[in-house]
């Protein structure tokens, strides 16, 4: 065994490695073995504070780190109220890439093995997930900044046993591994051995299966990154539809994560329907901050920033600020630079002039007729976010007389004109 764990770990001996070690079977035989290996390491413990015997556990980490001279991190969790296990790991996972960022290594050492992938495969397959997903748990993964490591992975935990035994390694059960009270452990108890009584094979079969998926994964995750790099990290939707079905659920899932967007195989179904059959200035909410936006063919994740309704009257002789954070100023100001500046025609028997947002059925005035601001809009190719930050500038009876920087009306009865600047707000 040891053979192989260092088979495994020589391609990352070029940091020292960060080893997180519950006291159980197979940390302690993971510690024992990378011990063995002589390459500098740090050893994590966490005490959970559940259980009277964690204190023990603590104090035998810390004689065995003394006596073999390792540098060790201990740490008490305070685990809020909920799910217990999902904020134990959550917390464990903050501090081991802490302490990865203070010994300045991105090796992070688990010892997961052939037991705990069969239960990911199964539990996974049981809710649904994406190709990775079903892949179980990776022996290489890189994380942000970090490399997880488990070199164990290919071990059972009848190995880990026979391991520990041979070498006299002393170690602690967790009493709480044996409750139902969790899913992973009832499927630890119950569904994996019973398949491996169906097949004593079993742990091997989930391994070459979880072994394909990766392989399967990581060609199509480069397919995804080769498009995304291609395109600046957008979708260009008359190229994106041209990739397979399966591609183009990966680039959407590599753009998701890439953005720390959660997702799984219901979202991307959402998604890729909406831009199968969205219109060309829609966008798809994907969380509470960002958005998937389509304008015509490009589409981009950006930032939601809900339009501000408006309908301000305008005060010929102010500097009228709008509640966009725009102005609009009929003063003969100096000239500013960052303000635009126009010739507004009008009817003096139709003042005041009103600055509003865009509102269905506006209606636009030109010498062949009149056409809806909407089709206007979409003549010209502007995108929605665009549209929702335009002005408009109205006189009392509602009749539009400009879209500021895009549509001026010139018809011959706004016989008044008047000099206007303006800066569009957010």
Same mark, same amino acid.
Not at 170 to 189: G, M, V, W
Not at 219 to 225: D, H, P, T
């Given at each position: 065994m040891l053979k192989a764990i260092q088979e495994k770990l020589h391609p990352f001996l070029d940091h020292p490695w960060v080893v997180s070690v519950s006291t159980g079977v197979d940390s302690m035989v993971l510690l024992d073995l990378v011990r063995r290996l002589n390459h500098p390491i740090v050893v994590v413990h966490f005490n959970h504070q559940k259980r009277i015997e964690s204190n023990t556990e603590a104090e035998f980490i810390q004689s065995y780190c003394e006596t073999h001279h390792l540098d060790l991190q201990y740490i008490k969790l305070e685990i809020p109220s909920g799910n217990f296990q999902d904020e134990a790991h959550h917390l464990r996972k903050q501090h081991l890439e802490g302490v990865a960022r203070t010994y300045q290594t991105p090796y992070i050492l688990t010892a997961h093995h052939a037991n705990d992938l069969a239960e990911t495969v199964l539990m996974r397959l049981s809710r649904g997930s994406n190709l990775l997903g079903y892949a179980g748990l990776?022996?290489? +993964?890189?994380?942000?900044?970090?490399?997880?490591?488990?070199? /164990?992975? &290919?071990?059972?935990?009848?190995?880990?046993?026979?391991?520990?035994?041979?070498?006299?390694?002393? @170690?602690?059960?967790?009493?709480?591994?044996?409750?139902?009270?969790?899913?992973?452990?009832? $499927?630890?108890?119950?569904?994996?051995?019973?398949?491996?009584?169906?097949?004593?094979?079993?742990?091997? =079969?989930?391994?070459?299966?979880?072994?394909? /998926?990766?392989?399967?994964?990581?060609?199509?995750?480069?397919?995804? =990154?080769?498009?995304? +790099?291609?395109?600046?990290?957008?979708?260009?939707?008359?190229? @994106? @539809? %041209?990739?397979?079905? %399966?591609?183009?659920? #990966?680039?959407?899932?590599?753009?998701?994560?890439? !953005?720390?967007?959660?997702? *799984?195989? /219901?979202? /991307?179904?959402?998604?890729? +329907?909406? %831009?199968?059959?969205?219109?060309? *200035?829609? &966008?798809?909410?994907? #969380? #509470?901050?960002?958005?998937?936006?389509?304008?015509?063919?490009?589409?981009?994740?950006?930032?939601?920033?809900?339009?501000?309704? @408006? !309908?301000?009257?305008?005060?010929?002789?102010?500097? !009228?600020?709008?509640?966009?954070?725009?102005?609009?100023?009929?003063? #003969?100001?100096? &000239? !500013?630079?960052?303000? $635009?500046?126009?010739?507004?025609?009008?009817?003096?028997?139709a003042l005041p002039l009103v600055a509003r947002q865009r509102q269905p059925g506006d209606i636009l005035e030109f010498p062949y007729g009149k056409k809806k601001l909407k089709d206007y809009y979409i003549d010209h190719k502007i995108p929605m976010h665009i549209r929702d930050r335009d002005i408009v500038i109205t006189d009392q009876t509602g009749r539009i007389l400009s879209v500021l920087g895009r549509y001026y009306n010139t018809s011959k009865d706004l016989d008044s004109v008047i000099k206007l600047r303006y800066k569009r707000g957010y």
């Open positions: 990776q022996p290489v +993964s890189a994380q942000g900044d970090f490399i997880y490591l488990k070199p /164990l992975l &290919s071990f059972s935990k009848g190995d880990l046993y026979t391991y520990a035994k041979n070498h006299q390694i002393h @170690f602690f059960e967790d009493a709480s591994n044996q409750e139902n009270l969790y899913t992973r452990n009832r $499927y630890r108890k119950q569904i994996v051995p019973q398949m491996i009584e169906e097949n004593p094979q079993f742990l091997n =079969k989930v391994i070459q299966y979880s072994n394909h /998926l990766n392989e399967a994964f990581s060609y199509i995750r480069k397919q995804s =990154k080769k498009y995304l +790099s291609a395109h600046e990290n957008h979708l260009l939707l008359s190229t @994106f @539809f %041209l990739e397979d079905v %399966l591609i183009q659920k #990966d680039i959407i899932a590599c753009l998701l994560e890439s !953005n720390q967007i959660d997702f *799984n195989q /219901l979202k /991307l179904d959402s998604i890729l +329907s909406f %831009l199968t059959h969205s219109g060309p *200035n829609q &966008s798809f909410q994907l #969380d #509470d901050t960002l958005i998937l936006q389509r304008v015509y063919q490009k589409v981009s994740i950006v930032e939601a920033t809900p339009s501000k309704p @408006f !309908n301000q009257v305008l005060d010929l002789e102010a500097f !009228n600020v709008l509640e966009t954070m725009g102005f609009v100023t009929f003063l #003969d100001a100096p &000239s !500013n630079s960052s303000f $635009y500046e126009i010739k507004l025609c009008y009817n003096k028997l």
